[in-house]
């Protein structure tokens, strides 16, 4: 992609949710898709364990991750799903939705990791929303099917009840 200003070559601006022209100092921020993805033209390297598709660049609240713009699933290192979590969760603005029943057939997946090319662990994920997560240990990735991010996001929060730890 190239710069609207003088037409030199944008790169990706690591500290942005943008695109850096080394020339002008022009910034490009992609407009975000409708889940508030912001999507990048260039690839990862990596391809989307589920369809093969080449992972894009994109940021998704200011958190870096690799996007398959085929089946809409995300690639994320395991400090920034932990940290989209909160952010997301601490804007929520809605009544939380209750957690699905797990679906045992989704354990029965088999995925590789993007990076690595070993198999994900796939196992339910521990937070609220009830989804089976996949992530490679090795390189610290979680994969995200399309809206697991939002269905952990949106489950009701946990509270720790201190009265549980005291006996009668």
């Known amino acids: 992609m190239n710069c609207r200003n003088c037409g030199g070559a944008l790169r990706l601006d690591s500290g942005r ?16 898709n409708e ?19 080449e992972l894009r660049h994109a940021s998704y609240l200011g958190k870096r991750l690799g996007y398959c713009t085929k089946c809409l699933g995300m690639l994320l290192d395991l400090d920034s799903f932990g940290a989209l979590v909160q952010i997301v969760r601490a804007r929520r603005d809605r009544i939380p939705e209750p957690p699905r029943p797990l ?8 995925i590789d990791c993007p990076r690595c090319h070993q198999r994900m662990d796939t196992h339910p994920y521990a937070g ?16 995200l099917d399309h809206n697991e991010l939002r269905r952990v996001t949106t489950a009701p929060d946990t509270q720790l009840n201190p009265d549980a730890w005291f006996a009668p």
């Open 103 to 110: 679906d045992p057939m989704e354990l029965e997946r088999v």
């Open 17 to 32: 949710e943008a695109l850096a022209c080394d020339f002008c100092h022009t910034l490009v921020y992609p407009e975000p």
């Open 128 to 143: 609220p929303g009830n989804i089976v997560i996949d992530n490679c240990p090795d390189c610290r990735l979680n994969w």
């Open 35 to 53: 889940e508030g993805v912001r999507v990048f033209e260039a690839g990862t390297g990596e391809m989307c364990p589920v369809c093969r598709q």
